[in-house]
């Protein structure tokens, strides 16, 4: 099954509006609120070292890129979860800004043609 970016923000915003815990799942982030923010900031850079640690013990021979990718997949998941949160709940529109920055890059680096119409 393929999904759009679009579409992925869409079923993680519905699942994250259901579920509550000691802090919401899903608020809206503003000026008010930055809070919320930094937390799932804490939480992405959280999966991002979960993610990091299963590399360092591959790097120095503890197991095999082999052995751990099933885990490297769950860790990057969770890292694509909480961008996918955090661009839903400060209302970015992550597929536009991907392609801007994809063309930004694009000038950057001499060679590439862009393709304004993506």
Do not use: W
């Not at 923010?37 to 299963?54: A, R």
């Amino acid at each position: 099954m393929s999904l759009s970016i679009t579409e992925i923000k869409q079923l993680q915003g519905e699942f994250d509006k259901q579920h509550s815990g000691r802090i919401p799942f899903y608020e809206n982030v503003d000026d008010n609120n930055i809070e919320v923010l930094e937390h799932l900031i804490v939480c992405l850079v959280g999966e991002v070292g979960e993610f990091s640690n299963i590399v360092k013990k591959i790097g120095r021979g503890d197991f095999s890129l082999t052995d751990k990718m099933g885990e490297l997949s769950d860790e990057l998941a969770d890292i694509f979860i909480y961008l996918i949160k955090i661009s839903n709940q400060c209302d970015i529109d992550l597929e536009k800004s991907f392609i801007e920055k994809l063309n930004k890059n694009k000038k950057r680096f001499s060679g590439y043609e862009i393709n304004e119409d993506i």
